[in-house]
């Protein structure tokens, strides 16, 4: 059985409707029209002990919905779910114990004390020993490279220094599950990778088990071999990034630039163009026939510059995220 078990987990919110005005605000005093909200929609799926997993999918898909269920932060409407064996929303202290999340846009530390006295107060709360604290804060202060910024008050510290922190304190426990979302948003391209390396190295090194839900696609094909697309709080796919769609993996592009204008017709016999300015065009072939369609643009077009690349991964995942939720995909 996984470290994560998800059965049939779904989460409906119910929200009241309100009009624009005086008016209706006066209205909605005697009646109220209530809406439901289905966030989470019979989601299944598995997660075993040291995995990484990326959890993707467009605003409002769902995906903080499940992570606060699989916290205990929310009760689902119906379905299962346990993390370590624990179920989440029964918030037991052994579960809590072994158990952190971090969320990019909430901080867990005082902004107003240093860091070293909520990394202290965490410490007590989850009762970790004098010396098992000293060891973990120095191994975490030294691989986030933070040892001087201990003593300085948070609200001084910079988003990614803030940031490292937040990791500290949601790790100074050493918890067997972590779960992250957006833990990167809002860093710079450096502080994006410090933070990407970190997280690799101590999954591998303390075998830890991470969810994570990004924006960013570099955190998700950095960490992740696995990832879980949720659209409109389904899952639409789960599996490799690398093996999306076999469509995708069966299609080349072609981006070539000519030394004089070409007409527009004649290359769409080479293959589909996607787009072209008379000097440079982009054309999609299926993989067989790459040789063939090189060969006729080299013979036949004035070329200055050729180049062969696959689809981009993000064209991929947008792909899936229009796919109508009846045929959603399992990989
Ligand atoms: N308390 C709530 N009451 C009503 N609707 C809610 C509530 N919380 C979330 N929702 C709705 O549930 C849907 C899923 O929200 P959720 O925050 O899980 O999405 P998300 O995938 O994390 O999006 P994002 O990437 O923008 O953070 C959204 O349509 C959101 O508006």
New binding site residues.
Partial sequence: MGIITVKDLEKD?Q?YMKGEGLKSSFQNLFRREQLT?K?VKRITFEIEEGEIVGFL??????????LKMLSGILHPTSGSATVMGYVPWERKNDFKRRFSIVMGQKNQLWPDLPAHESLYLNKCIYEVGDKEYRDTLNELTELLQVKEQLNVQVRRLSLGERMKMEFIAALIHKPSVLLLD?PTIGLDLMSQRNIRDFLKYYNERHKMTIVL?S?YLKDIEHLCKRSII?NH?RIMYDGSLGGMSPAFSHTKRIKVAFSERVDSESLSSVGRVIQEDGYSALIEVDKSELNRCSKILLDQFPILDITIEDIPIEESIAAIYQREEEHAYLA
Avoid: D, S
């Fill in positions: 919110f929200y909200k966030a999918g467009p605003n409002g898909a769902g995906k903080t919905t499940t957006e839900t924006h949720v709080g």
